[in-house]
């Protein structure tokens, strides 16, 4: 589905952005993918990918920063001459109820969860307009639509991000890129996994499915997204979340 499409994704080294490299490299497309801590991490997944025979490269860049991820960019272009899909993954929590939660907390997760997006969307653009076209896909959270207590920084970061898709959506669908954002629900990562039985049964009660999504599915959507199977959709946010907003 994406042979030979230069993938730019943020946040690979663990979780859901670790497998949608996999499922990307595994439809055909070269990888450049950043981490921020997870060394080790970046550089096993950077050797695993490149079993599937395309290039493949981890970069160290804070995604929160202007200047590094301009110089990502020129870096990616350097190795890969170009970007046809950029996936904006890298993201945070620092959860507390609003009455404790410090200017600290709401700063950092602002600036890794939204500022992230703005800095690497505005450093793409201008190859993919040389490019005439490109997929960008954003990921927020169904906590972004609906709000959580203890989590209002973590859902204005995510609100942020659907209004910045649409807004992108409209300057420059008619240049063909495409920006969409993706909402997963609850996703099985190393913090579910530490649930016990009784507690994931009281949030699956809110679930239709009656399960946590896997990080392979929201990587499917997304491959979906980043391909010419969907070159009709721009500027929608698409939920995986088993139903939970149903
Ligand atoms: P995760 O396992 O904690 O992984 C986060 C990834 O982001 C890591 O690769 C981390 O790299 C990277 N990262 C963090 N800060 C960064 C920065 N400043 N610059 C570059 N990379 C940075 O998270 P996840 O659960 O996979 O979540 C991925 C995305 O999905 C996030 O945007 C999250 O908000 C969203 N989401 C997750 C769920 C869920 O249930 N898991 C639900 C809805 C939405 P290092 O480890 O190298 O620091």
């Known amino acids: 589905m994406l042979k030979n499409k230069v993938v730019l994704l943020t946040g690979g080294s663990r979780g859901i952005g670790a497998a949608i490299a996999r499922e990307m490299a595994a439809q055909g497309a070269r990888i450049a993918f950043t ?12 050797n695993e990918l490149k079993t599937y025979g395309q290039p493949v490269k981890a970069y160290r860049s804070d995604a929160s920063s202007f200047e590094q991820a301009e110089n990502l960019v020129k870096e990616v272009l350097n190795d890969f001459d170009r970007i046809d899909v950029l996936i ?3 993201g945070i ?6 009455l404790r939660m410090s200017e600290e907390q709401w700063d950092e997760v602002i600036r890794i969860n939204l500022k992230s997006v703005f ?3 505005k450093h793409c653009l201008r190859p993919m307009l040389k490019n005439r076209g490109g997929s960008i896909i954003n990921i927020s959270s169904v906590v972004g639509m609906f709000g959580n207590a203890g989590q209002a920084n973590y859902a204005a970061s995510k609100a942020g991000i659907i209004g910045f898709t649409k ?15 993706i909402a997963p629900g609850f996703i099985e990562t190393e913090m579910t996994d530490e649930l016990d039985e009784k507690t994931k049964e009281a949030y699956f009660a809110n679930i239709p499915l009656k399960r946590f999504g896997t990080a392979k599915e929201v990587a499917e959507l997304c491959t979906f997204l980043a391909s010419d199977k969907s070159t009709y959709i721009t500027g929608q946010t698409i939920s995986i979340c088993g139903g939970l907003n149903v």
């Open 35 to 46: 981490y921020l801590s997870s060394e080790e991490k970046a550089k096993a997944l950077e």
């Open 167 to 181: 807004s992108i959506a409209k300057e420059v669908g008619s240049r063909n890129i495409r920006c969409n954002a």
């Open 93 to 98: 929590t620092r959860d507390n109820l609003m």
């Open 119 to 121: 800095n690497l969307t």
């Open 88 to 90: 904006n993954n890298a």
